[in-house]
């Protein structure tokens, strides 16, 4: 069974950078069948799709995060980090890192709550 494990800091001050880890149990995170993303869902709003890593690494970011996000993984540890710099409030949500493959999501973290504090 697959499992995906999201974290980091609950609480981050503006103008900084936030951290994310997912740690990925019961699969590789190389296995090119699937790709990982990572969704957010601020306070009363819908999901946001941010980015993703797919097959050999290659990174993918939505246009309007892309000039603040980076995506990365180790495959040593088979995890799979988020950045997301210069936060602000706006930037509050639940962070999912999510597992899909062809263009179906099959497994989701929990997900963790991040505050941004200004």
């Known amino acids: 069974q697959v499992q995906l494990q999201e974290s980091g800091p609950g609480l981050v001050m503006a103008s900084q950078t936030l951290s994310l880890t997912c740690t990925v149990s019961?699969?590789?995170?190389?296995?090119?069948?699937?790709?990982y993303f990572w969704i957010r869902q601020p306070p009363g709003k819908g999901l946001e799709w941010m980015g993703a890593i797919k097959n050999f690494g290659h990174v993918y970011v939505g246009p309007s995060l892309r000039s603040r996000t980076s995506i990365s993984w180790d495959t040593s540890k088979n995890q799979i980090t988020l950045h997301l710099s210069s936060v602000t409030p706006e930037d509050t949500a639940v962070y999912y890192c999510?597992?899909?493959?062809?263009?179906?999501?099959?497994?989701w973290g929990q997900g963790t709550q991040v505050t941004v504090s200004s």
């Open positions: 019961g699969a590789s995170i190389t296995d090119n069948y699937y790709d």
């Open positions: 999510v597992r899909d493959s062809d263009y179906v999501i099959r497994d």
